[in-house]
């Protein structure tokens, strides 16, 4: 019963790593050779990746959700529900989205002017943080963002709730306490890695949004907790609890 969930847990750990690489390029060249700039066709690219590996560990985590769900609701179906091929098309349908939601960022941006100084908020490319920079409108870019928050973010975090509030349904209706403190231990490790990265990511968020009179050093500190809290702490609630 446990096998598939490994695979979801590679899948989460290689896109765990690549999100910390996207930041090491520029993190490094600051705080090692204290290089404070970067060319503006590598801060995009970087962003790109960025926002994309983010989209990718959303949808990676509402896949374990799923995983879940069919483990504790149907038991005896779930080795031929999760088959080796279906975990690889939801592998691929997860990077798809986020390739595909983030493809139109980066000329969105492009085709902003710049002619402000040019100083960044932290010390790697966000879409938001670029966009503040323009002096023209960045009405679009700001409705493009929100559409995405809502409709990926969004919608991955109430998939993980519904998800969950069938699993306690079913746990509920078991029998013996001892079995459903066990059920509920097998989610225990997802739910950790669920908080790990929406509150961080909420945080940032409403720092962008709500935040603009507060000091610098709260948007650089909610913008690395953000990005390198849930790589850091992940693999130790996994491992701990496997």
Not at 224 to 240: A, G, R, T
Request: proline share 5%; glycine share 4%.
């Amino acid at each position: 019963l446990h096998e598939p969930m490994y695979y979801f847990l590679s899948i989460l750990a290689l896109t765990d790593v690549s999100l910390s690489m996207s930041t090491l390029p520029s993190m490094l060249s600051i705080f090692w050779f204290n290089s404070h700039e970067i060319p503006f066709d590598a801060c995009i690219t970087q962003m790109f990746f960025i926002h994309s590996f983010g989209l990718v560990e959303s949808g990676v985590l509402v896949s374990m959700a799923f995983d879940r769900f069919v483990a504790i609701r149907n038991p005896l179906h779930y080795a031929s529900v999760l088959t080796y091929s279906i975990i690889g098309k939801i592998g691929i349908a997860v990077l798809t989205r986020a390739v595909c939601v983030v493809f139109p960022v980066p000329f969105l941006i492009k085709r902003l002017p710049f002619c402000r100084s040019n100083i960044l908020s932290h010390s790697y490319c966000l879409h938001q943080d670029i966009m503040r920079l323009a002096c023209a409108s960045t009405r679009i870019n700001s409705l493009y963002g929100l559409i995405v928050v809502i409709f990926t973010l969004g919608m991955d975090a109430l998939i993980i709730l519904f998800s969950y509030m069938f699993i306690l349904k079913t746990v509920l209706g078991i029998a013996s306490k001892t079995e459903r403190l066990k059920a509920l231990n097998t989610c225990f490790s997802h739910i950790c890695a669920v908080l790990l990265f929406y509150i961080p990511f909420i945080g940032v968020t409403m720092t962008h949004r709500f935040g603009k009179h507060l000091s610098p050093v709260v948007h650089m500190l909610m913008a690395n907790v953000y990005l390198l809290l849930p790589p850091v702490l992940n693999p130790i609630v996994y491992s701990v609890k496997t």
